[in-house]
């Protein structure tokens, strides 16, 4: 049973282009959370979704930032219009439903020059 | 507002044991997890506590008090591998949401 995968690991992307994380939660996991982390700081959260839904955005920023999970197929984080200030790791977690504990991926770094 | 609060570094022999707290004011509790992450990569899930009292796993311990709002993480017989950081979470009254510390960087000597 493969875990949650991320890719790609390292991603990097001038100023004013698009970032396309994917996640591809572990097997029988309908719930996807996505987190942020700066270097030396803790993760701060972004979004949780089920399959085809939203659940909670309020960790999302309000312009540029969008997140899905469609019915097949990985979750996708989308930034458009990246700027520096975009840059770090960011983090995928899948459950299973009723969960105490969250599988993380290996993240994908992102680099904004 | 909501807090977690965990040393930002702490230092200790190959061998020995170290406890490392963790303090949290959050609006409602649904539980206080402990990851480990090693640079670089995921953070890898340690333990979860939801009562008061301590739950033992090996060499890893952790304790919580609800009332108090505090938990550490206790590792004995260290090992030079035990150097990462080690990050205090705790799940809100949404019962999904994590509310992370910055986590204390765990530095192991010979």
């Known amino acids: 049973n493969a875990g949650v995968m991320q890719n790609p690991r390292h991603l990097v992307r001038r100023r004013g282009q698009e970032a396309r994380l994917r996640c591809s939660p572990m097997?029988?996991?309908?719930?996807v959370y996505w987190y942020r982390q700066l270097p030396e700081e803790g993760l701060k959260f972004m979004v949780y979704?089920?399959?085809?839904?939203?659940?909670?955005e309020s960790g999302m920023p309000k312009e540029r930032f969008s997140a899905e999970f469609p019915k097949e197929g990985p979750s996708i984080l989308r930034i458009q219009q990246v700027v520096r200030g975009d840059s770090a790791a960011y983090f995928c977690?899948?459950?299973?439903?009723?969960?105490?504990?969250?599988?993380f991926g290996q993240g994908t770094r992102l680099t904004v020059v | 507002g909501q807090n977690i609060d965990q040393p930002t570094e702490m230092t200790a022999t190959e061998g020995a044991i170290v406890q490392i707290n963790c303090t949290y004011q959050?609006?409602?509790?649904?539980?206080l997890f402990w990851y480990q992450q090693h640079a670089g990569e995921a953070p890898t899930f340690l333990s979860y506590?939801?009562l008061d009292g301590l739950e033992e796993k090996g060499r890893f311990s952790s304790f919580l008090s609800r009332s108090k709002g505090y938990s550490y993480l206790l590792l004995k017989e260290l090992q030079m591998k035990d150097s990462a950081s080690y990050l205090c979470?705790?799940?809100?009254?949404?019962?999904?949401?994590?509310?992370w510390g910055a986590g204390t960087k765990l530095i192991i000597k010979p």
């Open positions: 979470a705790v799940r809100d009254e949404s019962n999904y949401q994590l509310i």
């Open positions: 977690a899948s459950s299973p439903e009723g969960y105490t504990e969250a599988f």
């Open positions: 097997k029988g996991h309908s719930h």
């Open positions: 979704l089920q399959k085809e839904n939203i659940i909670d």
């Open positions: 506590n939801v």
């Open positions: 959050t609006s409602g509790f649904n539980g």
